[in-house]
Structures are given as C-alpha cells and as structure tokens.
C-alpha cells in the first residue's frame, strides 16, 4: 500500500491562496479530495502518474492547480481566489483501481488536513 503524507493546509482571507502537498511512497496516479462539516466527501482534482493529464471538479476549474514532482513523488495542489464554501479536510488519495481514475475507488489514503477560508 502507498503512504501518503500531506502538508500545507490552514486559516485564509477569502480571495487567499494556499498550496497543498502530499508525498507519496510510490510513483501512482493521485487525486484530491475534499469533506466539509456535514458534508459527504467529494472529488477536488486529480493527476495521472505521469503528470500529462488532470481533471477538476467544476467548483474549482480555473482556481485550483494540480501538479507533480515525480522526482519527489509529490503531488501539489496550488489553491487561488479561495472562498469561504471551499472550508474543508482536504485528503490526497493514490493508487486507483484501474478504469477508476479520475473520480473512482483509490486505494492509498492520506490522514487529511485542514483548509479553513474566512469570510
């Protein structure tokens, strides 16, 4: 199983920015996720292993970024113009099940961290 470890989260001004990371054991294909208070978990971005393609959910195409440093096996999530609704743990998943990328079953979970967005 990969490990993961993330970093990066924390309090913003709306209109912020914040960067994410997280560092796998292996080199897999990697994606992010999101779960607000009371809310069920939803898909924030993704990466393939070799960095060629990503997706993104509609709510943060043209704010967020993903990117890769296959040397680090790290993975990064670039996060601009924050809003308040974007307050969430946010996790890196990795090693999805084929035919499961981008939105689908992965396999690696890493312990989450907190990104609060003040109004």
């Known amino acids: 199983q990969v490990q993961l470890v993330e970093s990066g989260g924390g309090l913003v001004q709306t209109g912020g920015s914040l960067r994410l990371s997280c560092t796998a054991s292996?080199?897999?294909?990697m994606a992010w996720f999101r779960q607000a208070p009371g809310k069920e978990r939803e898909f924030v971005a993704a990466i393939m292993w070799s960095g060629v393609g990503t997706a993104y959910a509609d709510s943060v195409k043209g704010r967020f970024i993903i990117s890769r440093d296959n040397a680090k096996n790290t993975m990064y999530l670039q996060m601009n113009s924050l809003k308040p609704e974007d307050t969430a743990v946010y996790s890196c998943?990795?090693?999805?099940?084929?035919?499961?990328?981008?939105?689908?079953?992965?396999?690696?979970w890493g312990q989450g961290t907190q990104v609060t967005v003040s109004s």
């Open positions: 292996g080199r897999t294909s």
């Open positions: 998943a990795a090693d999805p099940i084929p035919g499961n990328w981008p939105r689908g079953t992965y396999r690696s």
